[in-house]
């Protein structure tokens, strides 16, 4: 059974060809720890893709990589520090392909300069854990007979009392 408690990975890498396969696998270790493993692929295909291209296209190589899994959903975020690369320039063949692999993506600017691109991947039907814990079913083993059926107008006559006892009214 697939856990909901969310979980959260950060790692913080120079990035060099070498390092993007070690990358590759340290983060594919925390999804099967996760229990995640049908999502090891797609996540780690998407972070190679951007670990290349910040390679290829970045001065500064420190870059920060984060995973969220929320129960059904996990998020996938790579920040770079260098104010010269232009995601949507230079990573743009980098982002189609993340775009067409991933269930969302998206690309922001956090407060000390540095750029977030982020891509989420939803579990599947199988992998999904429910949020909310289903009602328990109904343990009865034999049903209830419905109550005896009065016809109306005995209901709606007026009683008399004698003695105490409720009767009828004649």
Known sequence: MKTAVPCYYHLDVEVSPERVGQVRRILAAHLRFWDLEDLVEPVCSGAEMLLKAIDEHARDKNTSIEMW???????????????????????????????????????CAAENGRKIIWFSQRARA????????????????????????????????PADVRDGVLEKAR
């Open 126 to 157: 199988g992998v999904r854990v429910p949020l909310v814990p289903k009602a328990p079913s109904p343990a009865l083993r034999e049903g209830l007979q419905p109550p005896r059926a009065l016809p109306v107008a005995a209901l709606a006559a």
């Open 69 to 107: 899994w929320t129960g059904q959903h996990l998020i996938t975020a790579v920040g770079e520090n260098n104010h010269d690369l232009r995601p949507h320039q230079d990573l743009r063949s980098c982002l189609a392909r993340i775009a067409a692999t991933s269930h969302g993506w998206g690309c």
